[in-house]
């Protein structure tokens, strides 16, 4: 008889709203860069800025499986993990694997040092960015390569990230998306649910976060 099982809320709802709310900047930020509204554009990013930043507080002071100490792995487990990755196992695991954990790192890096570069932009097409009266032309211009190369890469590391998501549920019969939407999991009665965090603290970072990236984008 398997185990009895019962409902634990593994992820947190500012986890939840921050991973899609990034899926949905990403595809706004995509189109109206295809369409030339820049304007559009550049205030896209800036809400990109404040929610990766508001993300990096979080991973200090959220809920448990939000902590950055609470799921970084080495690369020997994650390479481990990937190593057992052919067999299929039920669910058992509250937040990220060692393999999504150098995901979420890799992403959060990525979408930084994007909206950061955002910031220098100086072309025909784009607006200035507000950092770029102080950067030489040829320093400008080099970040302003970078920014369209980190969005490539941006773009294949979502490809990877939705085609991991695809394999688990194909390979190994695990759901990852059902939980991100509800935040629930049913796991054995034997696991204990993670130590949630005030939504007003919430509240509080993300404040912090968007007048951070305020005075980043206006200010300085």
Same mark, same amino acid.
Do not use: C
């Given at each position: 008889?398997? *185990? *009895?099982?019962?409902?634990?809320?593994?992820? +947190?709802?500012?986890? !939840?709203?921050?991973?899609?709310?990034?899926?949905?900047?990403?595809?706004?930020?995509?189109?109206?860069?295809?369409?030339? $509204? #820049?304007?559009? /554009?550049?205030?896209?990013?800036?809400?990109?800025?404040?929610?990766?930043?508001?993300?990096?507080?979080?991973?200090? =002071?959220?809920?448990?499986?939000? !902590?950055?100490?609470?799921?970084?792995?080495?690369?020997?487990?994650?390479?481990?993990?990937?190593? &057992? =990755?052919? /067999? !299929?196992?039920? +669910?058992?695991?509250?937040? /990220?694997?060692?393999?999504?954990? $150098? #995901?979420? =790192?890799?992403?959060?890096?990525?979408? %930084?040092? &994007?909206?950061?570069?955002?910031?220098?932009?100086?072309? +025909?097409?784009?607006? &200035?960015?507000?950092?770029? &009266?102080?950067?030489?032309?040829?320093?400008?211009?080099?970040?302003? +390569?970078? /920014? @369209?190369?980190? $969005?490539?890469?941006?773009?294949?590391?979502?490809?990877?990230?939705?085609?991991?998501?695809?394999?688990?549920?194909?390979?190994?019969?695990?759901? %990852?998306?059902?939980? #991100?939407?509800?935040?629930?999991?049913?796991?054995?009665?034997?696991?204990? @649910?993670?130590?949630?965090?005030?939504? $007003?603290?919430?509240?509080? %970072?993300? @404040?912090?976060? @968007?007048?951070?990236?305020?005075?980043?984008?206006?200010?300085?």
């Amino acid at each position: 008889m398997p *185990p *009895p099982k019962h409902q634990v809320r593994v992820w +947190d709802l500012p986890t !939840r709203l921050f991973h899609w709310a990034i899926v949905v900047l990403l595809a706004a930020l995509y189109v109206t860069w295809r369409i030339n $509204w #820049m304007g559009w /554009h550049v205030l896209g990013g800036e809400v990109l800025l404040a929610l990766v930043l508001f993300r990096v507080l979080w991973g200090f =002071f959220g809920a448990e499986t939000a !902590r950055f100490a609470r799921f970084a792995a080495s690369p020997r487990n994650a390479l481990r993990h990937l190593a &057992e =990755f052919p /067999h !299929r196992e039920p +669910d058992t695991r509250v937040g /990220h694997n060692p393999a999504g954990a $150098w #995901m979420v =790192f890799a992403l959060l890096g990525l979408l %930084l040092a &994007e909206v950061l570069t955002g910031l220098y932009i100086n072309n +025909d097409v784009a607006n &200035e960015g507000p950092f770029t &009266e102080i950067a030489p032309a040829s320093v400008a211009n080099t970040i302003t +390569d970078l /920014h @369209a190369i980190l $969005w490539e890469v941006i773009l294949g590391a979502v490809v990877l990230h939705i085609l991991a998501i695809v394999a688990y549920a194909a390979v190994k019969g695990q759901n %990852l998306v059902g939980p #991100m939407i509800t935040g629930k999991k049913r796991l054995p009665e034997t696991i204990i @649910a993670p130590r949630q965090a005030s939504l $007003w603290l919430a509240l509080l %970072l993300l @404040a912090l976060a @968007a007048g951070t990236a305020a005075i980043i984008s206006y200010v300085i």
